[in-house]
């Protein structure tokens, strides 16, 4: 049903049942000579912007079908621009003629979902987050790649230059530092399912950057051409997290209580295995002069009570093919959401669901809480944490919706980058420029040059 009211001040005035499904967009003409309603049933109708009667059914060319899910006119009110579920971008006169039309492509991200027309013409949003934009005859003029849904994880591959994301849209997003400022170059990687974590290469070594999905599928990645180059269906489950071991190695723990290393030199393969005590909530690893080490903490399985119990940080070393734990630090209270190294090794992040932070120093033989007096400047859980390159600035990304930076050479010293991600921060890491880049849960990628 379409309704319509008449005023000032506007009240009920009368009904039209021309469409035989959900009524999706009404829109008036610039001058309010013509109104435009669409539905899911295909059709468009017009009315008289005046008096409200019905006017004409738009022509149903050879070819469309399916819901029109959006109306826009041009500024001059020549015009008017739909988007529909046949993937198509049609452009009609106000007496309903088909003047010109774009198919878009033929999978379900392609349905045109969203119409607006711009004073340099119509632009159109597909499914998958793609906005396009056209000129008044239905020619392309260029595009920008988007992301449906929530941006899990971010990283920067210092090989080729690329930065990279993984979405739950099923899709790894890769753009170099200009496409920031452009928009123009992102490309995508479609995969089956959500991507739970992405990495860029830090050296030369491994066939691709390396994605890892909830279904359990490691994938290698070709950044250079957008393509996928090896994949590898798991049996370990969805990855919680996961981190470089060697130039050719990565380490996972997953949801399935298992710790596992996976060769990605040149296919992929399993190297070894370890099961955990529990279920993870965080991970990190580093290669050192005294050994390979791993990081990871564990859910807390029992019942809360008033009394706090530790949760301590779990450390394994890698030898072969075998990971043994050898020690656990004592300092958290509550679950530790977040854990870095720093490239060398000598420092380790460490952040929880109560907000506390600590920063741990090793020796070569044994860690130690070297600093825990930044444990109070995020407002909610501390998800994420990244050192960059030079071991001493340290960024936290919090559900609080901030970015705190700091300094372990100056532990006095603070930054704080406010409302970056609407729904919170889910992921962060320095590129080799010391820049930041950043992820979130409103679906939003960004690059931030720090001085």
């Not at 009240?11 to 001058?31: D, I, K, L, M, Q």
């Not at 899911?40 to 005046?50: E, F, H, L, T």
């Not at 359990?216 to 470089?244: C, F, H, N, Q, Y």
């Not at 990971?323 to 530790?336: M, R, S, T």
Request: hydrophobic share 40%; charged share 20%.
């Amino acid at each position: 049903v379409v309704s319509f009211s008449k005023g000032p001040p506007f009240a009920y005035h009368r009904r039209e049942e021309r469409h035989s499904n959900f009524v999706t967009a009404a829109r008036g003409s610039p001058g309010g000579g013509v109104m435009v309603s669409a539905g899911m049933d295909g059709v468009i109708a017009a009315y008289d912007g005046r008096t409200s009667e019905f006017r004409a059914e738009f022509e149903s060319p050879a070819g469309k079908s399916g819901s029109v899910w959006a109306l826009a006119w041009s500024p001059d009110g020549s015009k008017v621009v739909s988007g529909g579920g046949d993937k198509t971008v049609r452009i009609w006169s106000p007496a309903g003629s088909q003047v010109a039309s774009a198919a878009v492509g033929k999978d379900a991200g392609d349905m045109q979902v969203g119409v607006s027309w711009l004073e340099q013409g119509p632009v159109s949003v597909a499914l998958d987050g793609t906005l396009r934009k056209w000129d008044d005859s239905c020619a392309a003029l260029g595009e920008l790649q988007g992301t449906q849904g929530s941006v899990n994880a971010v990283s920067y591959d210092a090989v080729s230059g690329t930065y990279l994301w993984g979405a739950s849209c099923q899709s790894v997003g890769l753009a170099t530092s200009a496409a920031f400022q452009t928009g123009a170059g992102v490309q995508r990687v479609k995969l089956r399912t959500s991507v739970a974590q992405v990495l860029g290469r830090r050296e030369q070594g491994a066939a691709g950057c390396v994605a890892s999905t909830q279904d359990g599928t490691i994938w290698v990645i070709d950044p250079a051409g957008a393509r996928v180059v090896k994949e590898l269906k798991a049996d370990v489950g969805s990855a919680v997290g996961m981190e470089w071991l060697s130039s050719t190695q990565v380490v996972v723990a997953t949801r399935k209580k298992v710790l596992a290393g996976f060769e990605v030199g040149g296919g992929i393969s399993e190297a070894w295995r370890a099961q955990l005590p529990g279920e993870p909530t965080a991970l990190a690893a580093t290669s050192t002069k005294a050994g390979t080490f791993v990081a990871v903490t564990i859910a807390f399985e029992g019942v809360v009570t008033a009394k706090k119990v530790g949760r301590p940080i779990h450390i394994f070393k890698v030898e072969g093919s075998t990971a043994k734990a050898v020690v656990q630090l004592e300092h958290h209270v509550a679950d530790v959401t977040a854990l870095s190294f720093t490239s060398d090794g000598l420092r380790l992040a460490s952040g929880d669901a109560e907000r506390k932070l600590a920063v741990w120093n090793f020796d070569g033989e044994s860690w130690q809480v070297g600093h825990t007096g930044w444990s109070s400047s995020h407002t909610a859980r501390i998800s994420c944490l990244r050192w960059a390159a030079d071991g001493c600035n340290l960024a936290s990304g919090s559900l609080d919706r901030h970015v705190q930076l700091w300094n372990a050479g100056d532990t006095a010293a603070r930054l704080k980058v406010e409302d970056v991600h609407k729904g919170g921060v889910n992921s962060v890491c320095f590129d080799d420029k010391k820049a930041l880049v950043t992820g979130g849960a409103d679906g939003c990628v960004k690059l931030y040059q720090l001085a």
